[in-house]
């Protein structure tokens, strides 16, 4: 693993905490690089995706309660109920 911080970056860093001050900022991604890796689960028999929402039934979703909004009309909160029965159940 390439330290991507300099010997003078070190060296701040470590004064700073032995001030017990914060780090900058600019520091975040120098110290933990974001990683952008995708996993996918694969197996035998398993279904596309595209095959799993088509033969999914749509399910009527029930607004309970709504708060929080902006008062623009914009954003707000809403607590929703829905059941989800499988085919199974309405036999």
Avoid at 7 to 14: A, F, G, L, M, T
Avoid at 57 to 71: D, E, H, R, Y
Wanted: hydrophobic fraction near 35%; charged fraction near 25%.
């Amino acid at each position: 693993m390439s330290s991507s911080l300099t010997e003078h970056q070190r060296q701040h860093i470590v004064e700073l905490l032995e001030a017990g001050q914060d780090l900058p900022l600019d520091y975040k991604h120098l110290l933990f690089p974001p990683e952008r890796q995708e996993y996918e689960l694969v197996y035998a028999g398993k279904e596309r995706e595209e095959d799993i929402l088509a033969e999914t039934m749509g399910v009527p979703l029930q607004p309970i309660k709504t708060f929080g909004g902006n008062g623009d009309g914009g954003w707000h909160n809403m607590l929703i109920f829905f059941v989800m029965r499988t085919s199974a159940e309405k036999c």
